[in-house]
């Protein structure tokens, strides 16, 4: 990881304090950056919705055993319930569930120790004055063209989260490809959008009405991240 000056941490403590979402950029060696985006991209994603009230996960075999006028219903159906509902459509990896049940490769086991390593989780309480902060978990998203994430908060009771974390990995996005963290103001504007930046993690205080917005079908990429939560026990 790379060191984050006395100067920058100051500037990101009270950028935090003010807004309560921040940026760190070059978070990570260039190299391992790249690495790391290499890997996420071969990684064996569901595509993850809500159907009711209930998430639902689906397996990219089940996706790919659907006729084409089945897979457009469903996606015609993803689309209107998001007109007034909370919804969401985007590929995952959950990394944290597999490194829990003992089911992930060791390159994942080793993102998921230096994630929850006293160089990392040490850097978050200082820049964030969370000194509470125990544990993050984590997941690959990737939101292709047409994916989105309508707004809400990230609160979940019983999880002890008290920040989220965007540690985006596409190499290069334009701000009209869409997938931008946008933050809602209290007057119905977007107070302040984050793009995602290679190698740059955003901090957001938890719970703060944020939704990502939809990817255009222009989109010449996937907006590729891990993403998750720092928690107490």
Same mark, same amino acid.
């Given at each position: 990881?790379?060191?984050?000056?006395?100067?920058?941490?100051?500037?990101?403590?009270?950028?935090?304090?003010?807004?309560?979402?921040?940026?760190?950029?070059?978070?990570?060696?260039?190299?391992?950056?790249?690495?790391?985006?290499?890997?996420?991209?071969?990684?064996?994603?569901?595509?993850?919705?809500?159907?009711?009230?209930?998430?639902?996960?689906?397996?990219?075999?089940?996706?790919?055993?659907?006729?084409?006028?089945?897979?457009?219903?469903?996606?015609?159906?993803?689309?209107?319930? #998001?007109? /007034? &509902?909370? !919804?969401?459509?985007?590929?995952?990896?959950?990394? %944290?569930?597999?490194?829990? *049940?003992? =089911? +992930?490769?060791?390159?994942?086991?080793?993102?998921?120790?230096?994630?929850?390593?006293?160089?990392?989780?040490?850097?978050?309480?200082?820049?964030?004055?969370?000194?509470?902060? #125990?544990? /993050? &978990?984590? !997941?690959?998203?990737?939101?292709?063209?047409?994916? %989105?994430?309508?707004?809400? *908060?990230? =609160? +979940?009771?019983?999880?002890?989260?008290?920040?989220?974390?965007?540690?985006?990995?596409?190499?290069?996005?334009?701000?009209?490809?869409?997938?931008?963290?946008?933050?809602?103001?209290?007057?119905?504007?977007?107070?302040?959008?984050?793009?995602?930046?290679?190698?740059?993690?955003?901090?957001?205080?938890?719970? +703060?009405?944020?939704?990502?917005?939809?990817?255009?079908?222009?989109?010449?990429?996937?907006?590729?991240?891990?993403?998750?939560?720092?928690?107490?026990?």
């Amino acid at each position: 990881m790379n060191a984050v000056s006395p100067e920058r941490r100051a500037a990101i403590r009270q950028r935090l304090q003010r807004t309560g979402r921040a940026q760190v950029e070059g978070i990570l060696a260039e190299p391992t950056a790249a690495a790391l985006h290499h890997l996420a991209r071969e990684a064996d994603y569901n595509v993850v919705t809500r159907r009711g009230t209930g998430h639902v996960d689906l397996p990219s075999a089940w996706l790919a055993s659907l006729q084409p006028e089945q897979k457009r219903g469903l996606a015609e159906a993803i689309q209107k319930s #998001a007109t /007034a &509902d909370f !919804q969401y459509l985007y590929d995952n990896y959950p990394v %944290f569930d597999l490194v829990q *049940d003992g =089911h +992930a490769d060791a390159p994942w086991r080793d993102l998921a120790a230096f994630l929850n390593g006293e160089e990392f989780l040490g850097l978050m309480r200082d820049l964030t004055g969370e000194d509470r902060i #125990a544990l /993050a &978990d984590m !997941q690959v998203t990737r939101f292709r063209a047409g994916h %989105f994430l309508t707004e809400h *908060d990230d =609160h +979940a009771e019983g999880k002890n989260r008290y920040f989220a974390y965007v540690l985006n990995l596409t190499p290069s996005w334009r701000i009209d490809w869409g997938g931008l963290l946008a933050f809602h103001g209290d007057d119905g504007n977007v107070a302040e959008a984050f793009t995602p930046r290679f190698n740059t993690l955003n901090l957001l205080r938890v719970p +703060a009405p944020h939704s990502v917005t939809q990817v255009a079908l222009s989109a010449g990429g996937d907006r590729i991240s891990i993403t998750g939560w720092l928690r107490g026990r």
